[in-house]
Every structure is written in C-alpha cells, then in structure tokens.
C-alpha cells in the first residue's frame, strides 16, 4: 500500500487513499481497532497507549444518492467509513490541540493526522486560580451583545450576563504559543462559537 506522509506544525498527516461511495462492512468497534493499530506502526515514536481511550469520538461518515426525481425514501444512507478521534490528556486534564484522529473503512486506514508531544510540569510565579465565576466575567467582556442566561455547573446554579453556554470544560492551552500549556477554561456557545479563558491570567481568546 502506497502512503503518502506530510509533515508540519500542525502534525503529521498520512494518506493512503480516498473514501469510497460504498457501503462498508466492518463495525465501529474494528474501526476503532484498526484505527490503534496503525497509530502504533505508521508514527515513529508515538504509541497508542500516549492517549485515551475514555476521550474517544466515533462518528459515522455516511453518503447517499440522491434522487433527482424527488423521491427521498429512495435515498438511502450507507456507512462509507468511520472518523475515529482520541484526544490527549495530561493528569486527566485535555491538552488542546494534542490529539490522534484517522478515517478508517473496509481496505484499512485511509488518512490520519497525529499531532503529539510530550509533556512535563514545570514551576509556575502565577499562583491565582481564577474561579468559574471570574472566568464567565471575562468572557462577558469579550463578547460584545451578550444576554442573561443562567448556566448551571457541578449542581450549582449560577447567573451570569453573557451569551448562552452550551457547555464548560477545563483543558491545557498554549495561549501565548510559546510551548507553555496552563489551565483554561472552554466555554461553547449555543451560536456555534468557541472561547477559552486562561484560568492563572484572566485572558480571554476566541477559539474560532
């Protein structure tokens, strides 16, 4: 099998195909198996034990004819082949931007992207710890023509003037790019949009 192997800062990208219009025969569970086994042979010093597996994203890659006669139950979704992704974390924290992802049908793996590195704790002169609240009030202020919501966290209900959260998480980021990953916390918004507030600085970015 050919590969074709790109490499960047963004990672590693291999290539070994295209995805065809037809219905596979494997199941998600032999995807995602596949999916480990080529990690370990394909990325020099990457091991698939580097990420985990309780962080894994499955989705279907589905297609379907479509009748231009207007008759839609004639068309008819199929698996063509499975987007498998295991995202990084450290001391079961994500790190953002760290993950392992490969698109995998019936002949094997048919692309993937890995970008890796490994990590160690380094001694920090920050010492405040910005709370949840404080990180919703940062991103008040970033966000221009927010509106009331109440978002709710750890069975805690909270009140804030921001636009709407759809969900909060906690994840390592480089956010002055300079090889430093500290605490942030992720804000999604129900508009699609993506924020992070660095938990030690207050600094808000957009991760859009």
């Known amino acids: 099998m050919d590969v074709t ?6 990672g590693t990208t ?7 219009d037809q219905s596979v025969e494997i199941t998600a569970d032999e995807a995602e198996n596949k ?8 990325f020099e ?3 698939f034990t580097d990420f985990n597996i309780g962080d894994l994203e499955l989705r279907e890659i589905v297609a379907a004819e ?21 995202n990084y974390t450290f001391e079961g924290i994500p790190v953002k931007g760290d993950f392992y992802s490969a698109i995998v049908d019936d002949t094997g793996v048919v692309s993937s992207l890995v970008n890796h590195n490994e ?3 380094i001694p920090s002169q920050r010492s405040a710890q910005l709370s949840l609240e404080d990180a919703l009030k940062a991103l008040e202020n970033e966000v221009k023509d927010s509106e009331v919501l109440r978002t709710e966290t750890r069975g805690a209900s ?5 636009p709407d959260v759809s969900d909060v998480d906690v994840a390592f980021c480089d956010s002055d790019n300079d090889g430093i990953f500290e605490s942030s916390y992720i804000f999604e918004l129900t508009d699609g949009n993506s924020y992070q507030v660095n938990s030690l600085t207050g600094e808000c970015l957009s991760n859009d």
């Open 5 to 10: 192997v790109l490499s960047d800062d963004s």
């Open 14 to 20: 291999t290539l070994s195909g295209e995805v065809k």
């Open 35 to 42: 999916s480990a086994e080529w990690l370990n042979e394909a």
């Open 45 to 47: 010093g990457v091991d």
């Open 66 to 86: 479509v009748d231009l006669d207007g008759n839609s139950q004639n068309e008819v979704e199929e698996t063509v082949a499975y987007d498998v992704t295991y």
């Open 119 to 121: 990590y160690e704790i």
């Open 158 to 162: 909270m009140e804030a003037v921001i």
